[in-house]
């Protein structure tokens, strides 16, 4: 099982940095049991329980049957429909937690996980999260994936104090949200790629030991992948172990981009047309595995092209920030001006910067293909996993337009100041002519 169980403090590391893990991991079958101990250790009197329906239907009795055989006061909290990550999502739980709670436990796992970081973030109290399903990695990560005036943000929260993942609870959940697990680990082929690139371009700090920890936990994974179908106890531990240790990546990172990259920024967008306009949406790592299907085929088609230092530079001439913003308008409606106002801290468009990054692109092409070589698997190793497990690849098949595609990618450069493929694209000049190609 999961061979990060303990808190790890002050680390030194070849990169530089001194890496912490301030969470405790109970994980496999029984490991709810570990609860009461956790409740004695804290010295909580006072716990405050939330969840969704779903989601305490799983793990709701067996929370609460330890807190009455420990005879620990509690109230609980649970929404009348799946919160989402909003103003709307994180006020509901606010307003419900009694000032004298000590501890929270949330019964959940992405959205209920990131509204418990945040609501704990805001006051002194220990936060306890039970998953109850291995879909997504940000158990342990001290950010929160959430929605700000429309904009998707990832926003300082903080990380669980324990983190508790029972098989037997986690194997309950819907296929669905294993195989959206499993797209949100397949995201890490891309996302260690471009952090690699990142690195090599613009400097960006990058850690050599955190990436190896993200491709053991992701070959593990894809090794098991067979049985998720029938969620067999390997296959959820396996998820469970990897997702984990992506969020314990980007706790020692202190970033996210172990995790994440152009593939994530694609499901972003994909989620705020959906809150903006009520377009389709659908889980996060399915949508992440879209992504990833993606940026891995466009990067395939970068190794037959040869960056040119004057068409890049016409390129960028040519652009009209302007113009780019009444698109970005049109595509994403309000959600759009947080990011439009992101460049004049960025300046990602700056034209002189633009040319001497351009320059180095080119001088470092062979690396670039080189990191690629080492990063992505092909494409038709993909096809083969994707198929075998019916994940989609297109937005189209979760109910995206296609005429929408190009822009939702060429969009994506846009979210975070992360150097991503959108922004190579852009930059060598054939962000426009591979956009089109995304279908």
């Known amino acids: 099982m999961l061979n990060l169980m303990k808190k790890i403090n002050n680390v030194p590391c070849s990169c530089g940095k001194t890496h912490s893990f301030d969470s405790e991991v109970y994980a496999g079958r029984g490991a709810i049991n570990k609860l009461s101990d956790v409740l004695l250790g804290f010295g909580s009197r006072k716990v405050y329980v939330f969840a969704d329906k779903n989601t305490y239907a ?44 000590d ?10 996980n990131d509204i418990g970081k945040m609501l704990t973030a805001l006051g002194n109290k220990k936060y306890i999260i039970v998953a109850t399903a291995p879909s997504m990695d940000g158990y342990a990560s001290t950010s929160s994936s959430m929605c700000r005036d429309g904009l998707k943000v990832s926003l300082s929260s903080k990380s ?11 194997k309950t959940a819907p296929v669905k949200m294993m195989i959206s697990g499993l797209g949100d680990m397949l995201a890490k082929y891309v996302s260690i790629c471009e952090w690699r690139i990142s690195n090599l371009l613009t400097g960006e700090y990058y850690c050599e030991n955190i990436a190896e920890l993200i491709r053991v936990a992701l070959r ?48 972003h967008i994909i989620d705020m047309r959906s809150e903006e306009f ?12 879209i992504g990833t299907y993606i940026a891995t085929k466009l990067y395939e088609k970068l190794y037959s092209i040869t960056p040119d230092f004057e ?20 595509l994403l409606g309000s959600g759009a001006e947080s990011m439009i106002a992101l460049e004049a801290k960025e300046k990602k468009y700056d034209k002189e910067a633009h040319r001497e990054r351009l320059k180095l ?4 092409w062979n690396d670039i293909l080189k990191i690629m070589k080492e990063e992505l698997p092909e494409i038709s190793e993909l096809d083969k996993l994707y198929d075998k497990l019916s994940i989609p690849k297109s937005p189209t098949e979760i109910g ?12 994506s450069k846009d979210i975070r100041d992360k150097y991503v493929l959108p922004r190579l694209l852009w930059d060598i000049g054939l962000l426009d002519e591979f956009a089109k190609t995304v279908e």
């Not at 989402?84 to 006020?91: A, Y």
């Not at 969620?231 to 990546?249: C, K, N, P």
């Not at 068409?311 to 049109?330: I, K, M, P, Q, V």
Request: glycine fraction near 8%; aromatic fraction near 6%.
């Open 58 to 101: 799983v793990g709701g009795e067996a929370v609460t049957n330890i807190l009455e055989s420990s005879e620990i006061a509690y109230s609980t909290f649970i929404y009348d429909e799946s919160p989402k990550p909003d103003e709307k999502g994180l006020g509901s739980a606010v307003i419900h937690c009694p000032a004298d709670a």
């Open 103 to 112: 501890t929270v436990i949330a019964i959940g796992s992405g959205v209920i």
């Open 160 to 170: 669980a104090d324990v983190i508790i993942g029972d098989t037997d609870i986690l």
């Open 220 to 267: 593990n994974c894809v090794k098991v992948s067979d049985s998720i179908l029938s969620r067999s106890d390997e296959a959820v531990a396996a998820l469970f172990d990897g997702l984990t240790i992506g969020s314990v990546a980007m706790n020692y990172a202190g970033i996210s981009r172990p995790a994440s990259g152009a593939e994530h920024y694609i499901s």
């Open 278 to 289: 009520g377009t389709p949406a659908d889980l996060h790592g399915i949508q992440c595995a």
């Open 311 to 330: 068409r890049g530079t016409s390129y960028a001439r040519d652009f009209d920030f302007a113009d780019w913003s009444e698109h970005l308008r049109t």
């Open 361 to 364: 692109i080119i001088e470092k």
């Open 400 to 411: 995206t337009e296609a005429a929408l595609l190009p822009e939702i990618f060429k969009a």
